[in-house]
């Protein structure tokens, strides 16, 4: 049929002139929605890279303050008189432990500033300045070495939280008196302190190795830190190998049939599922169930397994399938087992995904707060857990419970542990990628 049948001018009819101009029209908008859409990715990268900025710097600039404490400098004398008044120590040593020791630094920094022993009110005030944690801080000094009792020294001891907080200029001074938390008298001495430095801010080592404290100059991460890393050995002993062996059964060897189909929705399904379902889950099974003690490692661990399963098998499978069937066979061509194929041929060249969507999976874990909240991993823990079965927070657990906190100190402290977090998950995802990069082969 020709082109008038269908109502169009013949080609002859159309100009020549006219057709590259029409080609060159076609071509400049092609390159016109190219430029366009390389912009739209362009602008959406450039929003979500404003908004991580955003989030850093607000969480940065409150937090780095929390990696520096006020400390205070003052000459302690060991008095016998009030360590150990009777000498009974020899018999009893745990009269060491409940001595008068916030009176020695009473006393210390009472005569530091020149205040008159009878002048009940500033002392009053000049005790405020210094933590109520100078009590473990003296009775440790003492229980590690007698010989100080009967002698003098340099301590530096925590400032109080609302000390620290003043001098990092969190409080507005300006106000008058009876609006703020810290007297004018007090601020003539921290001034004085500091013109004789005895009053600074060092590295705060007590936000790693503290515990739970509901004074915020000594609360700290490290109890926090031991329940999460009891928690990831949990899930990396016990995720791993049952994730690699239920993804090398669904791909390698289970048949294909409505039963494995099912199996893989629901684990599609499964890593899909809100994670404060998990902890629903491990409430009803391995507290109230099997009898688990609340708030332990344990149960923690056990909760982010399951979590985690669907994670490191769907990532498993993908490594798996990633392998070329042409490896597969030539280990049969050459003799293999379907066995020894899977463990000596495709396991080896599929382990760096594997070890990739394990890594993600435990930073995953590491974050999760809400399955913990529900198995009771929010209690006041401020000792160390020496076993999985003790009693034991986790490090996100720990910024919710300081998020909730009223002092102003613990907004700091808050932010603080939120950069670690940040920097743990950072240290783990930048290992995956490093694995992938370092182990992986190209086809």
Do not use: C
């Not at 390159?31 to 366009?36: N, T, V």
């Not at 100080?148 to 200029?169: E, F, L, M, P």
């Not at 013109?195 to 109890?223: I, Y």
């Amino acid at each position: 049929m020709s082109d008038a049948t269908f109502g169009r001018p013949p080609a002859a009819a159309v100009p020549t002139a006219a057709r590259p101009a029409r080609r060159d029209i076609g071509i400049k908008r092609r390159y016109a929605a190219e430029r366009r859409f390389k912009l739209y990715g362009l602008a959406a990268i450039s929003i979500g890279m404003i908004f991580l900025a955003m989030l850093l710097w607000s969480v940065v600039g409150k937090g780095y303050t929390a990696f520096f404490q006020t400390q205070i400098r003052v000459p302690v004398t060991f008095s016998q008189s009030v360590i150990d008044p009777r000498n009974t120590a020899g018999k009893d040593p745990s009269v060491l432990r409940i001595a008068n020791y916030p009176k020695l630094v009473q006393d210390a920094i009472a005569a530091k500033l020149g205040i008159d022993p009878a002048n009940r009110a500033d002392i009053r005030l000049a005790n405020e300045l210094v933590s109520q944690s100078v009590r473990t801080q003296l009775a440790g000094m003492v229980l590690d070495d007698l010989s100080v009792i009967g002698t003098t020294q340099d301590i530096w001891v925590y400032a109080n939280s609302t000390v620290d907080s003043a001098v990092k200029g969190q409080f507005d001074l300006s106000i008058p008196e009876d609006r703020r938390p810290i007297k004018d008298r007090q601020l003539e001495w921290i001034r004085q302190l500091e013109a004789s430095g005895d009053l600074e801010q060092r590295f705060n080592t007590g936000l790693f190795t503290f515990g739970a404290s509901s004074r915020a100059e000594t609360a700290g991460l490290g109890v926090a830190a031991i329940g999460s890393l009891y928690m990831m050995g949990i899930v990396l002993l016990l995720a791993l190998p049952i994730g690699v062996a239920a993804s090398i059964y669904l791909e390698e060897f289970a048949p294909k049939n409505k039963l494995t189909d099912l199996i893989e929705v629901n684990i599609n399904n499964l890593a899909a599922v809100p994670s404060i379902v998990y902890g629903l889950l491990g409430l009803a099974v391995f507290i109230n169930w099997f009898g688990l003690p609340r708030s332990a490692a344990l149960v923690g661990g056990l909760v982010l397994t399951l979590m985690t399963l669907p994670t490191i098998i769907i990532a498993t499978r993908a490594a798996l399938k990633a392998v070329p069937p042409s490896i597969r066979a030539a280990a049969l061509g050459l003799g293999a087992s379907k066995t020894q194929m899977v463990f000596q041929h495709v396991l080896p060249l599929a382990m760096p995904g594997i070890l990739t969507g394990t890594i993600i999976g435990l930073a995953h874990a590491l974050g999760e707060t809400a399955p913990l909240l529900l198995i009771g991993m929010v209690a006041f823990v401020a000792n160390y857990p020496a076993t999985p079965m003790d009693p034991a927070t986790a490090l996100p657990v720990q910024i919710y419970m300081w998020a909730n906190e009223a002092e102003r100190a613990f907004v700091e402290r808050t932010s603080g542990a939120i950069i670690v977090l940040l920097l743990f998950l950072a240290v783990m995802n930048i290992t995956a990628i490093i694995l992938r990069r370092r182990f992986e082969r190209r086809w």
